[in-house]
């Protein structure tokens, strides 16, 4: 009988799930790792708690201290569990364009929330740059003292899907996986993956799938970073070459049109038993994109990064699927078929 794990031991260990229609049409064996299922509901919570450990480790986060980020979702949930299964506190910025839900979830997650104004990065009162600055006001004033999470530039994010998402890939595929594909938002699951599979066979290939409205794609194609269109996509999408992303092993670029994410995440849903977010869609569509580019018989995985019920009011929304000039798949408008 186990009677002393704690919510943090129930981070990671996520299944490998496979996809039978990605797998049938391309003739590969393509593999989801079900992130969605760790307990915040998303990869994020790997990062969260490799921050908070590296911290503790090098004794920079004190008893009674706060964590502090600039996040609107996944990482401030995953932070937000960590430090309350440790007895830390948790303050996140957040751009006031954010939906309330996402604040709501932060607040009952624990975190004390400070709304800003959403300006772009370039602005020194952007949400990240306010956090920046909340952190050293609270190191030098709060009891405990504060530590800046900065999941973007902290390559500890890095290095835990290094230490634990990658090793688990390799032991569930028993070393037989081809190739490996996901989207960046910090470029710490792409990267510490994309790692800890070359260590171990230099041979499988690593995959970049970039949403439209991302610089990612050009710079890994063309060694430019140039962004052309726009997403709906949440949590992915990147401008520049983060620290985690730096050194990164990357020999393929897809770029993903949403109308392409959004078919595969409307057909997971209704055939495969799947609700996920929209960057799964991008990461599957470009798990494809490899499957196909390798040839039958390979085995390509990729992250399932978090649930559809996240985005009920986005993805699954008619109403915002037409405002957005997006098809709405029939199952979602589709009448009772019986009425008595
Ligand atoms: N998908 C979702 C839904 C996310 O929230 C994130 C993280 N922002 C990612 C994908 C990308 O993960 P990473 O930050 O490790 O690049």
């Given at each position: 009988?186990?009677?002393?794990?704690?919510?943090?031991?129930?981070?990671?260990?996520?299944?490998?799930?496979?996809?039978?229609?990605?797998?049938?049409?391309?003739?590969?064996?393509?593999?989801?790792?079900?992130?969605?299922?760790?307990?915040?509901?998303?990869?994020?919570?790997?990062?969260?708690?490799?921050?908070?450990?590296?911290?503790?480790?090098?004794?920079?986060?004190?008893?009674?201290?706060?964590?502090?980020?600039?996040?609107?979702?996944?990482?401030?949930i995953?932070?937000c569990l960590?430090?309350?299964?440790?007895?830390?506190?948790?303050?996140?910025?957040?751009?006031?364009?954010?939906?309330?839900?996402?604040?709501?979830?932060l607040?009952l997650s624990g975190a004390?929330?400070?709304?800003?104004?959403?300006?772009?990065?370039?602005?020194?009162?952007?949400?990240?740059?306010?956090?920046?600055?909340?952190?050293?006001?609270?190191?030098?004033?709060?009891?405990?003292?504060?530590?800046?999470?900065?999941?973007?530039?902290?390559?500890?994010?890095?290095?835990?899907?290094?230490?634990?998402?990658?090793?688990?890939?390799?032991?569930?595929?028993?070393?037989?996986?081809?190739?490996?594909?996901?989207?960046?938002?910090?470029?710490?699951?792409?990267?510490?993956?994309?790692?800890?599979?070359?260590?171990?066979?230099?041979?499988?290939?690593?995959?970049?799938?970039?949403?439209?409205?991302?610089?990612?794609?050009?710079?890994?194609?063309?060694?430019?970073?140039?962004?052309?269109?726009?997403?709906?996509?949440?949590?992915?999408?990147?401008?520049?070459?983060?620290?985690?992303?730096?050194?990164?092993?990357?020999?393929?670029?897809?770029?993903?049109?949403?109308?392409?994410?959004?078919?595969?995440?409307?057909?997971?849903?209704?055939?495969?038993?799947?609700?996920?977010?929209?960057?799964?869609?991008?990461?599957?569509?470009?798990?494809?994109?490899?499957?196909?580019?390798?040839?039958?018989?390979?085995?390509?995985?990729?992250?399932?990064?978090?649930?559809?019920?996240?985005?009920?009011?986005?993805?699954?929304?008619?109403?915002?699927?037409?405002?957005?000039?997006?098809?709405?798949?029939?199952?979602?408008?589709?009448?009772?078929?019986?009425?008595?």
């Amino acid at each position: 009988m186990q009677t002393n794990a704690s919510v943090l031991d129930a981070i990671g260990h996520t299944p490998l799930i496979k996809l039978r229609r990605a797998s049938e049409e391309t003739g590969c064996t393509i593999l989801g790792k079900a992130e969605f299922m760790n307990p915040g509901g998303s990869v994020k919570d790997r990062a969260a708690l490799a921050i908070v450990e590296d911290a503790l480790q090098r004794g920079t986060l004190q008893p009674g201290g706060t964590i502090v980020e600039g996040t609107a979702g996944n990482t401030g949930i995953g932070l937000c569990l960590v430090a309350s299964a440790l007895g830390f506190k948790t303050v996140i910025v957040i751009p006031d364009t954010q939906s309330q839900e996402k604040k709501d979830m932060l607040r009952l997650s624990g975190a004390e929330l400070i709304e800003v104004p959403a300006v772009p990065y370039s602005n020194p009162n952007n949400y990240v740059k306010v956090s920046a600055r909340v952190a050293e006001h609270l190191g030098k004033t709060a009891p405990g003292g504060a530590i800046w999470a900065n999941q973007f530039d902290n390559v500890a994010n890095r290095e835990g899907h290094r230490r634990t998402t990658g090793p688990e890939i390799w032991e569930q595929t028993e070393g037989a996986v081809d190739g490996f594909v996901c989207a960046v938002g910090t470029g710490g699951t792409l990267a510490g993956i994309g790692q800890a599979l070359k260590e171990r066979n230099s041979k499988i290939r690593i995959g970049l799938a970039d949403p439209m409205g991302a610089s990612l794609f050009n710079f890994y194609a063309h060694g430019e970073l140039k962004s052309e269109g726009s997403s709906i996509t949440e949590g992915i999408g990147q401008g520049r070459i983060t620290a985690n992303l730096e050194g990164a092993p990357v020999d393929h670029a897809y770029q993903i049109e949403d109308t392409e994410a959004l078919d595969i995440v409307f057909d997971l849903a209704e055939h495969e038993g799947l609700l996920l977010g929209g960057s799964s869609g991008i990461n599957v569509a470009g798990a494809m994109r490899l499957a196909r580019e390798l040839g039958p018989g390979h085995t390509i995985v990729t992250i399932l990064c978090d649930s559809g019920a996240r985005y009920q009011s986005k993805l699954f929304n008619p109403a915002f699927l037409k405002s957005k000039g997006l098809p709405v798949p029939a199952w979602l408008v589709r009448p009772p078929s019986v009425s008595l």
